[in-house]
């Protein structure tokens, strides 16, 4: 290396080093966005809610908290870090935690705060009146209160029963019951809430859980109340050994039963029966230039998006015959989440579309009933028409009639014009001589390829080793790419990579259903399950990219078959089956 090539890299270094140093220097000095949210939206008085101020790396001071004291007795405060590394790259955040409990019921406003040179958004809170009826008295260990958002709920409709564990702080452990009901579903919804309140004069812990109820008769439906069974310290507490050697006091309570009024379908509902707070239908895999192939199959996925019903109340997603066009559905994919008070639905359906001539295609408006059971109404879920135009492929699909002068050449070609003349006689004669002449050298090609093949050596085993290497080259590119698919995010390009890898090895992988029916592994089957939902429902496509990578790390595990497009009974063959 030549002295000019070492001073031109240690002035690159240099270089690299002050842009970096800048770059550190510009984003410390840059101010931080602070994000600012309550642990709930509505709170009984006397209960305590958290408000969290959360701001990347350190926050540049402590707000001024006097602005809250107008609706709020200020408790107290904690404050937590973490750090993250994603993808070698490191992230930290700071998160302040300030308890507060209301002086009013109401609409109360948490003002927007102050920290360094940033500030918070301001916040709302509803606060309702201190409940009353709870089973159980004030200085008791531990009571349950419960509600219900309505007592009339329509057959299949959703509603949030609301269950409250007070308890005092020398609780050592207990259990506690869901509701029963006959007549309805119970589902217990996702993300209990804990806080501080008072009831007469006493401070309690409460455990807030959700459930969904749906009922699936009309009629007096009755929810017995759960039952709690808990143990107490009931010796002094300021004494260490009294409390070591304590065996602890059973304490028991019970929730009030609550009674539901189910009512009917309405005479008016359209089919099918489906209440609901919101419904959409969604339609992916529109070509963004509106043109598609003669014969090639297009995918497209139909999905019904439901809140605050059960998934098993979903219609199956149906695109109607295509004038045009051959359809071949794929099975229906259900998946159910909540946000921890509603339930949110989903049922989705991917559909093949061949056409068959060129042209346009129609895919016609679709349409679905829905009953509002927030305004007690029929809507519509509605999605467009949608015109394709296709464009006709070499070889089209269906081939069109040939006019006369097509048919006489179609005739020469074939050899089926009627000769009726001595040229025609004498041509006739020329043409039965090349096609002789053809099938000799048809004879002999045919026979030259046997003999090659005959004394063809088998396969060596640096054949083998070749075969070996060029699968780990192979196995190499795809996580290279799934890597790079994964930092974007792009969960199409994941898809393509792990699709181009497949057909390497084998040919029949034509799409993701077939690779999944091609795999054994279970593990592989859920990660590529995984990475279909976020494509076609949306999600974290960076999480599953990350988990087809880590599936796929030492390649595909195939199953013993050499099929790679298994059907069940009833199941469509597919569009293009392999030949043997």
Known sequence: MTNETQLMKARLTILFAMVLVAAQAFAAAAPQALHAFLDRDHAALGDTVTLNIEGAGALSGTPDLSPLQADFDVLGSSSSSKVEIVNGVSHSSTQLG??????????????????????????????????????????????????????????????????????????????????????????HLNGDTRYQTTRGGQTYQVVERHYALIPQRAGRIVVRGPTFLGQTLSSNRNDPFDSFFDDGTPVQARADDITLDARAVPANAGTPWLPAQSVQLKLTGLPDNGRIKAGEPLTLTLGIDAVGTSVSRLPQPQLPPLDGARLYPDQTQDSTRDDGHWLHAARTRSFAIVPNRGGTLTIPAITLNWWNVQTDRPEQARLPAHTLTVVGAAGDVTPQRPNAAGAASLNAITGHANYSSAGNVVAAIWRDVALASIALWLIALTALAWWWF??????????????????????????????????????????????????????????????????????????????????????????????????????????????????????LPPLYPQKT
């Open 98 to 187: 300030i308890a507060l409990r209301p002086k009013r019921a109401g609409t109360l406003t948490i003002p927007s705060l102050r920290i360094g040179n940033q500030q918070t958004q301001a916040l709302t809170l509803q606060v309702t009146p201190g409940p009353s009826g709870a089973l159980g008295h004030a200085g008791d260990p531990a009571f349950l209160e419960v509600d219900v958002d309505s007592n009339a709920p329509y057959i299949g409709q959703q509603i949030v029963y609301t269950l409250r564990l007070f308890y005092t702080g020398n609780l050592t452990g207990g259990q506690l019951e869901d509701p029963q009901i006959d007549g309805a579903q119970v589902i």
């Open 454 to 571: 005959a004394r063809r050596p088998s396969r060596s085993a640096a054949a083998t080793a070749f075969d070996a290497d060029e699968i780990d080259r192979r196995r190499g590119a795809l996580r290279k790419r799934l890597a790079d698919a994964a930092q974007r995010g792009d969960a199409a390009a994941c898809e393509r990579a792990l699709l181009d890898c497949a057909r390497g090895e084998r040919a029949g992988v034509r799409n993701s259903s077939a690779l999944r029916g091609a795999l054994s592994d279970p593990t592989q089957r859920t990660a590529l399950e995984q990475l279909q939902r976020v494509r076609w429902k949306g999600g974290d496509a960076r999480a599953a990219c990350d988990a087809i990578a880590r599936a796929f790390a030492r390649g595909f595990v195939w199953s013993e078959t050499r099929d790679a497009t298994p059907r069940t009974r009833g199941e």
